[in-house]
């Protein structure tokens, strides 16, 4: 069962965001599917939250791509530790177009029943996507240490 709830699991990364294949969503996602991962600002929850996250990101980052670097299943549990990379050519939460390529890491953790997606929680490293965007300064960037009086 293992085996196959990886394989399950992996068509969400693999043909869903690095093909933009949406309607793989509907095959290995429940109907009532709840996600307890922080989403974008305007990402609905549920199965469909997951299809607008597809793709905006592909909108936003043109040449998305995830790489599943380690997955472990034990139980009804799938972890995956993957890396995401990009290039900003489109609007993204709230953000405009940077133009610049980010690689960040996540964990995502999936609970499947009956052969589908019921459960995900996720841990990512967004200050660094962020960074590396433009968005938030990186520490040798600061003009000013954290805490420093003015």
């Known amino acids: 069962m293992s085996e196959q709830n990886k394989a399950i699991d992996a068509r969400i990364a693999l043909e869903a965001f690095n093909q933009g294949r949406v ?3 509907d ?12 989403l974008p600002p305007g990402v609905p929850s549920g199965r469909e939250g997951v299809k607008a996250l597809v793709k905006a ?3 936003a980052f043109p040449d998305f791509k995830v790489n599943i670097e380690r997955q472990i299943a034990e139980g009804d549990l799938v ?3 993957i890396s995401a990379t990009g290039t900003m050519k489109g609007d993204f939460a709230g953000m405009p177009a940077s133009g ?24 990512q490293d967004q200050l660094g996507m ?3 965007l433009g968005f938030v300064p990186t520490p040798e ?10």
Do not use: C, T
């Not at 964990?107 to 499947?112: D, E, G, P």
């Open 130 to 132: 962020l960074q590396q």
């Open 100 to 123: 610049k390529r980010a690689r960040w890491e996540a964990i995502h953790i999936s609970r499947l029943a009956n052969g589908k997606v019921v459960e995900h929680w996720s841990v």
């Open 79 to 81: 972890v995956q530790h």
């Open 27 to 38: 095959q290995v996602i429940s109907a009532d599917f709840v996600d307890h991962s922080q």
């Open 23 to 25: 309607e793989v969503i």
């Open 141 to 150: 960037r600061a003009e000013e240490p954290v805490g420093a009086k003015r």
């Open 57 to 59: 990101l592909r909108s």
